[in-house]
């Protein structure tokens, strides 16, 4: 009886694992779209900072919203 839960436990872990791998996969390499008419994503670096800060000053007519999330 111990055998087979212990058997479950580790097909559950396994299984866990590959939807973990799968979705980490899909999220890193995944093609990134976005709805017409808006700009194309980017990474923010320390070369494109001067790129967002003059797109963020070139707006300040209207209301602007900068909102960094980091996992950490």
Request: proline share 8%; no cysteine.
């Amino acid at each position: 009886m111990l055998g087979t839960w212990t058997r479950r436990i580790a097909q559950l872990a396994a299984a866990l694992v590959l939807l973990g791998a799968g979705a980490f996969l899909y999220f890193r390499y995944a093609p990134r779209r976005v709805p017409s008419g808006q700009p194309p994503l980017t990474d923010l670096s320390v070369a494109t900072l001067g790129d967002l800060r003059a797109a963020f000053n070139a707006a300040s007519d209207r209301p602007r919203l900068l909102l960094l999330l980091s996992p950490t």
